[in-house]
């Protein structure tokens, strides 16, 4: 999970860690599932969170054999997809689980802080091995080397390129989904002001508002002049040689952990609302809301 980078030990350590902790959360879950032959939703999120946890075991299995028979210290960047898609996926189902059973249920809120540390560990994972030194490159931008070709001239900056665009495009029909989840007319607010999943969405809004401004506003205080400060600036991307290739605009949501641990929370807010909501309350649009923001958390995780 990122032990392995910051230690020297590798892929094989990181993918051994992932494999134990994905094997606890399905060992440990499997008696929910069972206990929730009476409840469709519990037995519902109870299989996801099992599908995803075996999954994602599986995987690393195969990722440490692969590791200890001689392959190759850097992950896949489709397995790199897949583990952060299994991760999120885990993120939500454990917890519209835990918004459903409460916090009560230890095994389910274990799963919960699981899949949270697994995500947080995970974007340390994302990275190549050979770029981490010391603890301190773990906050430093990861420039994509898919977008190394959008500019001719590296001394131009990359500004709006297409996965910041799907993304804030995303962020925005989040944000109106969330508006009106969170209206008059939208059942959620007035007649539950004083609970803890109405709290849970104006988290999340606020957040999701956060998210969307912080880039926009730092290309703005960048086209005035201001490459550093608060809101992010100019980040060089080199080559293997150390050659620069191009320029970044980095605001300081685009911090890999900073974004992910952002990412993590509100996703965490929307799904235990929809888990605490459903099915007494209408929650079509909060679903389409929480898909909408999956989305945009997987493609700023390299989707595309």
Known sequence: MGFGKLTGWGLMADAGIHLIVSFVIFGTNIQTFLDAKYNSEIAIYATILLAVSLLQGLYHFGLLLRTYCGGEEE?????????????????????ALFGKVG??????????AFFCLMRFLDTIMNGK????????????????????NLLENAREVVLFTPRVVMVHILLALAIASSAVDLSTDGGYLR????????VALIFALVL????????????????????????????E????????????????????????????VILS???????KLTPEQPTRLLLLNLALYFGADQIGFDVV
Request: aromatic share 10%.
């Open 75 to 95: 992950e896949l960047p489709v397995g790199s997809i897949l583990r952060n898609l299994l991760t999120g996926i885990g993120i939500v189902s454990s917890w």
């Open 103 to 112: 916090n009560d249920n230890t095994v389910v809120t274990l799963a919960v």
């Open 129 to 148: 091995y050979d770029d981490y030194s010391e603890i301190g490159d773990l906050l430093k931008h990861s420039c994509k080397e898919s977008e190394a």
């Open 191 to 198: 007649p539950v002001a004083d609970k803890d999943y109405t």
């Open 208 to 235: 999701q508002a956060l998210h969307f401004l912080l880039y926009p506003f730092a290309a703005m205080f960048n086209y005035c002049g201001t490459t550093k400060g608060v809101m992010g600036g100019e980040v």
């Open 237 to 264: 991307c080199k080559d293997g040689q150390g050659n620069v290739v191009r320029k970044e605009l980095v605001s300081f949501n685009r911090i890999p952990i900073v974004r992910s641990v952002v990412a993590a």
């Open 269 to 275: 807010c929307l799904s235990f609302a929809y888990g």
